[in-house]
């Protein structure tokens, strides 16, 4: 049991199972020497050796592509795209050979690979360094999205992730790499993909969230108990797609009232499913309209008004507290 | 140093054996075994003939869209007829007679032309990957199987094929770099059949071969003739025993020409001109390498020919009615759920009780349940 | 006034604009000799000339990122991606520069470019040239996401996509191609970005759907009619982003009941965004779910199931009729 | 035609002028201007001084991440000295000696640099695309806006910068390719600082020069010591004048170094040893381009640098007071609706008032309204 970041968290699932696995590969940009520009790679290398880290071409689509032939034959690659603004010059490759290669091939191959990626505001950096565009994955049959909210459910999700059969995409918030430290405990932990998790219990209304948001939503819910005796149920989905939708069903049947909190646009964001996908099954029991607390429908703008653009606790209580006006 | 040329340590070659008069450069022959010869040659006919059938079936309206390989049948069985079965072969969408040669069978192809995913499923004793249609974004996936191979310590390797446009793609670049840099097993075999769909190879790129573009990668390229099945043959295996030797990747560039259409929508008319063609149809590899196969090797006659045009003939036929009787078998809708993930999950679950509740609703109003 | 179809219609667009304006450069794979694979640039060479008709090398980001260099200086590039699904491989130029050279300058270059790109099923077609994503690219802000219904709008959308000062991605329904023919007139005819369209007035239930989903809809609601006697208002988005909610948040507070029709795959499809916005702003008008009629969540199966894969008459007459039983 | 050697017409040269040890090849020298001489000298102290107060700010918390240019001011100033102000630069995001040629304030840099998209804004009359972060996609950009100069009938050119890194991308490659096709006026300069981040030239790919890779398009290719401002200048003008007169693109390596960390984010120590580093202090340009005015042109003494570097000094410090200042200006957030489109769409007009609406919210919750 150890006291650690996300960083190390995420550094500690690939250590060990990377002992395990001796098919476990990681590729990308900087992961090998360097040990990846947030360290979550790092002595890795040293390790298990170049012919398992590899330092790779700085070519997203050739990440990603040498991936898929890599699990094709059976290896299980996990690779990194520096950061998530990257990831659409292997685009393609997710979307029309990762996710279908199983489909394609109808069952002789499949792609077990990783697709590790930071994401997310909140760290100061140059453009295309703090989007959150999981939207776009998460609209992709044949893949799983998955995105973990603290050090401890990091490990234990990109263990699942490596051991998961299909393609994976791992959005990891940048914002949380060494924001908090949690006791990850030394052995074996795993998070199963699919699945979202219950992290507050509460009776009068659901906050729906994941990845960095989940912070300020625990804190929103923690002072709407102390300040107005509001009792907040705040569910985690950890995987985005495909979506659990019923642990946040039965929460809002019970709640009548729900949030969706995320730092994508709002439009075409990942809570429009969600709002969807309560009306589709909780109709009938909603008391208000579900509230979407998100970025706004423009590009994140530099760090100096990046804090404008993220959703934060006094936006989350704000719109909460209309909720439970109506 | 002032301005001093750099000596780039590679050279561009042309390699031609049996020249398009049918003459041979006895220096150059390569030994293959007369199995093997006649092997070839009879996947070389059965490609032309399976291609003729195929454009009959679709324009019948009994199969979908597909890309025919006429004219291009020594490019690619030259290439894989060096391959062992153990090596993977890692195909673009042309590539029906190099498929054949590897396994694939004509009632899977026919399938698959028809609109069936089942024609996609690929053997589990077949090392090949299934075809990709985004152009030049497999060659990637080889890179990373030949990489998996050397990690794996097999002395296995990857041919993949593509075409002429191929080479403009980003993938392509990224393929080739990263196959340079790791040394993987892997051969690049270009057809360079002068036509990407209506552009023609000129206005593709201005370098003078598409062979030299190894030069960016600091790997071996050759140029072929790519209707002389012996070039082909030759320089395929120069390549993959370079490979097998852990010398790392070649590109090949097959000199050839696609004979018909693009794909059966497509119309050549519109583009190029009939003299063109003709030109093209005196360089045909199939007539070429007959005529070696009479003359010089003795192995086969006009009588031997016509023997194997009907048994083809036969097989093909027996292949068209197998994938029939197959496809009335598929009706089923409800498979299309299948093989998205390992296990369905519950938005898949719940959305094939849907259209199954949908599909027995439709027997119910049609008065069939 | 002619009686054209759609791929006459664009082509007519394409022609007079670009008579009008010598800016205007067509660019893409077979865009040229060949008229394009579906022959919607047909002619266009020989009117303008290989200067202003370009057929370009096989590769996706070089077209639309020499297409992002030219409208920065000043033309209006028209490009063409073959297919939509092998937009990906433009992905990035598309989010990361298309879309955003005007914010990044803060307005010194703008980027007055449409990529046209057919998308959808049903004409019998290989791998990857039946998908409808349309998602992907509504989640993008700095881009405009717009799908015509129709010749006559096809053509009238088409010129004010090229006239607009912002990017648009143009899909065409290929399905509609040669589908029917409408009278275009021969006068320039406009289509304002960012409106829908009421395109059938009802009382009973709202219908919203665009692009080649329209027909069904059409269909749908007429035997609607015709057999149960309901009344369906019927509304083509044109837009998809930014979405105009205004007409079919008025409808849906009139009829109180609402069918979102789209070829997409459903999770995190367009049809949740719609959703989404009738929730936040007709919320107490809703009398039952909004129901949605998509594709389903997997890849659209190659040609011989597809027409099990595609909302039709019948299953958005069967939804429609759940939505009024209850 | 048997096994036959092709010649690639294009030769791979490497220019040097003033070598490392400062010794100048009177041959090869450019003709340059007095004037010309020493602005360009003034720059790369510049961007030297610049440097290191931006290293100094960021160190302070006063801006976030940059990318320091330290090393290579003579590929930069050398290349773009060579434009006229109509001509055009697509910068990638290590150009700031570069752009502030081009006229860029460095106040516009350190708002930037800040986190201010206003930092971004590129004035009417400076014909430079803003910082491109996404490596090697700009290279599209160049060639699309020297398309539009050819259509346009201009005798302008475009230059477009990037590192040995970025020849590994995709884009590098379509971007070359299409310039070959379309033969436009573009300059294509790669700064080869041996590191991207923290992979070495060696392991970007396995080409034995990054300017070879110009045989791929057909097009003319260089390598120069890109630590030598001459040569850079000598090989920039070739091009620049190529270009200008229709004979189409260029790709020129500049060999050099990156003296200081990737961004500020970096630590060089992770990856790389001192020695290389120092080994290449010997190269550094700055001197070496010192000498040769001190020596060779009789332009430049000791003194005369040191009021020059008082000079630089201030007007630094007096940008930096400038950039404080409009920073402290520039708090409003509603601004970042701006520019994302020309008009203000529906949804963000709502999302725009729903903002302004918590922001007075909030002033009235901190009782300031
Ligand atoms: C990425 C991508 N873009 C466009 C297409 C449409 N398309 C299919 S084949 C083809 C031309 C391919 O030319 P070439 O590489 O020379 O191969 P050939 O068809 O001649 O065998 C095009 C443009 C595609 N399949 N993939
Ligand atoms: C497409 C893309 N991938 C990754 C990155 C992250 N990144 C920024 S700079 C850099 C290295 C660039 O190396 P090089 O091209 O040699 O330029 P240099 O930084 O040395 O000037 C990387 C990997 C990026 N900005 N863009
Ligand atoms: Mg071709
Ligand atoms: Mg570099």
């Known amino acids: 049991m150890t006291n650690i970041t996300m960083v190390q968290a995420l550094n500690l699932a690939l250590r060990q199972e990377m002992e395990k696995d001796d098919g476990i590969i990681l590729l990308g940009e900087d992961v090998g020497v360097d040990g990846g520009v947030f360290r979550v790679t790092e002595g890795l290398i040293e390790k298990f050796g170049e012919q398992r880290v590899l330092d790779t071409p700085l070519a997203e689509s050739g990440i990603v592509g040498m991936s898929i032939g890599m699990a094709a034959y059976g290896l299980r690659p996990v690779c990194e795209i520096q950061f998530s603004g990257f990831s659409y010059l292997s685009f393609h490759q997710i979307e029309s050979h990762a996710s279908r290669l199983r489909w394609r091939s109808q069952g002789r191959f499949h792609v077990p690979m990783v697709v590790r990626t930071p994401y997310g ?206 | 140093m002032p301005r001093n040329k750099i000596n780039i340590s590679d050279e561009i070659e042309h390699l031609s054996v049996l020249n398009e008069k049918g003459q041979l450069d006895k220096d150059l022959e390569p030994e293959i075994s007369e199995t093997l010869l006649l092997n070839i040659h009879r996947t070389m006919l059965l490609g032309r003939r399976f291609d003729e059938r195929l454009l009959n079936l679709q324009r019948q309206g009994r199969i979908g869209t597909f890309a025919p390989i006429t004219g291009q049948e020594a490019a690619q069985l030259g290439a894989v007829a060096v391959l062992r079965s153990s090596d993977w072969m890692v195909p673009s969408f042309r590539e029906t007679a190099a498929e054949i040669w590897r396994g694939r069978t004509m009632e899977s192809l026919i399938l698959y032309y028809s609109g069936f995913n089942e024609g996609g499923r690929i053997p589990d004793d077949m090392n090949n990957l299934p075809v990709c249609v985004p152009v030049a974004t497999h060659l990637l996936h080889a890179v990373g199987l030949a990489w998996a191979l050397g990690y794996r310590k097999k002395d296995d390797v990857v041919m993949t094929f593509f075409g002429d446009g191929a080479t403009s793609e980003g993938d392509f670049h990224e393929g080739l770099n990263f196959a340079g840099v790791y040394r993987t097993p892997v051969i690049f075999v270009c057809q360079n059949n002068q036509w990407a769909i209506s552009v023609p190879r000129s206005k593709q790129t201005r370098s003078q071969t598409l062979a030299q573009k190894a030069l960016a990668y600091g790997i071996p390229g050759l ?83 016509d023997r194997l045009e009907t048994e083809i003939k036969e097989e093909i036929q027996a292949a068209v009615e ?37 599909l027995s609703g439709n027997k119910k109003e049609d008065g069939h349940d």
Chains 1, 3 share one sequence.
């Open chain 2, 223 to 305: 140029q072929v003739d790519g209707n002389d099945l012996l070039a082909v043959y030759s320089a395929a295996k120069e390549a993959v025993e370079r490979a097998r030797s852990g010398g790392g990747p070649t590109l090949i560039e097959c000199v050839t020409y696609r004979l018909m259409m693009h794909t059966t929508a497509d119309d050549p008319k519109r583009y190029r001109k009939e003299e063109e063609v003709q030109e093209w149809v005196g360089r045909d590899p199939l007539p070429r390498f007959q005529k070696y196969l009479i003359e010089n090797k003795k192995l086969l006659s006009k009588e031997k020919i």
């Open chain 1, 121 to 326: 505001g909140g760290v100061r950096a140059l453009e295309h360094h703090s989007e959150s565009r999981e939207a776009f994955y998460a609209h992709m049959p044949g893949l799983k999205m998955v995105i973990p909210s603290g050090p401890r459910i990091a490990r234990a999700l990109l263990v699942s992730a490596i051991r998961d059969p299909d393609p994976v995409i791992f959005f990891e918030p940048k914002a949380l790499y060494r924001a908090f430290r949690e006791e990850v405990p030394d052995e074996e932990e795993t998070c199963p993909l699919g699945k979202s998790r219950l992290v507050l219990e509460g009776e009068d209304l659901t906050m729906i969230s994941y990845g960095a948001m989940m912070r300020p939503s625990l804190d929103a819910a923690s002072e709407l108990k102390d300040k107005d005796g509001i009792r907040v149920e705040v569910i985690d989905l950890v995987t985005i797609s495909p979506l659990d939708d019923e642990l946040f069903v039965q929460s809002v049947k019970k709640t009548g009232r729900a949030m969706v909190i995320h730092e994508a646009p709002r439009s075409f964001g990942p809570g429009a499913e969600i709002v969807s996908r309560l009306v589709e099954k909780a109709f009938f029991y909603l008391e208000v309209p579900i509230s979407r607390v998100t970025g706004f429908d423009i590009l994140i703008p530099l760090f100096s008004r990046e804090n404008y653009y993220l959703p934060n606790v006094q936006r989350i209580v704000r719109s909460a507290r209309q909720l439970l006006k109506t």
């Open chain 2, 322 to 358: 197998r994938a029939e009787e197959q496809k009335s078998k598929l009706k089923e809708p409800l498979e299309m759920f299948d093989h998205v993930y390992a296990e369905l999950p519950k938005n898949l679950k719940e959305q094939k009780a849907q259209l199954a509740g949908e």
